[in-house]
T-cell receptor, first 113, second 109 residues
Framework: DGGITQSPKYLFRKEGQNVTLSCEQNLNHDAMYWYRQDPGQGLRLIYYSQIVNDFQKGDIAEGYSVSREKKESFPLTVTSAQKNPTAFYLC????????????FGPGTRLTVT | KNEVEQSPQNLTAQEGEFITINCSYSVGISALHWLQQHPGGGIVSLFMLSSGKKKHGRLIATINIQEKHSSLHITASHPRDSAVYICAVKAGATNKLIFGTGTLLAVQP
């Protein structure tokens, strides 16, 4: 079955540690996105990538980094510079031609203490 | 003011009721999405529309481009419809979406 996988579903880290969230898709989509979701707020875009080896900052990129070495994979690193890293992180992908419907992964809930 | 506003923020209904969730936006868009998020967190796309009306089962989505407004209707609501419903708009040349804050729907048996 085609889809997006994110792992792990729950992640716990100590303050000051970098942590990398995984996102893999087998939908053959060119574009991939990372969103952050906080209670009472809409999803906010962290980074996105329209093509392999290229990515752009979203609205809240500070304290995060990404890479896009393969079409299928778009890992997100939450660095120690991110002031409030505890949140629910969602990865999504879409085609860049035809239907632009976004497909979402199941999310990773990150807790930093 | 958010570029995408949803109302109501919270909605409680009795099973069988007709439900309407509204979305207003202030930017020019090329498409509008309705998404459903269950308590586990995963998000499912319900509709993507740029004009008119779409129907899928008991769900109906409409959009009025001139008034910058969309509605999501659920007919014969059921407890399994309980979820957060999110409106998102595609604005600009990229596929980036701007999200509303969601409507939490609880359908009681």
């Amino acid at each position: 079955d085609g889809g997006i996988t994110q792992s792990p579903k729950y992640l716990f880290r100590k303050e000051g540690q970098n942590v990398t969230l995984s996102c893999e898709q087998n939908l053959n989509h060119d574009a991939m996105y990372w969103y952050r979701q906080d209670p009472g707020q809409g999803l906010r875009l962290i980074y996105y990538s329209q093509i392999v080896n290229d990515f752009q900052k979203g609205d809240i990129a500070e304290g995060y980094s990404v890479s896009r070495e393969k079409k299928e994979s778009f890992p997100l690193t939450v660095t120690s510079a991110q002031k409030n890293p505890t949140a629910f992180y969602l990865c999504a992908s879409t085609r860049t031609s035809g239907s632009y419907e976004q497909y979402f992964g199941p999310g990773t809930r990150l807790t930093v203490t | 003011k958010n570029e995408v506003e949803q109302s109501p923020q919270n909605l409680t209904a009795q099973e069988g009721e007709f439900i309407t969730i509204n979305c207003s936006y202030s930017v020019g868009i090329s498409a509008l999405h309705w998404l459903q998020q269950h308590p586990g967190g995963g998000i499912v796309s319900l509709f993507m529309l740029s004009s008119g009306k779409k129907k899928h089962g008991r769900l109906i989505a409409t959009i009025n481009i001139q008034e910058k407004h969309s509605s999501l209707h659920i007919t014969a609501s059921h407890p399994r419809d309980s979820a957060v419903y999110i409106c998102a708009v595609k604005a600009g040349a990229t596929n980036k979406l701007i999200f509303g804050t969601g409507t939490l729907l609880a359908v009681q048996p």
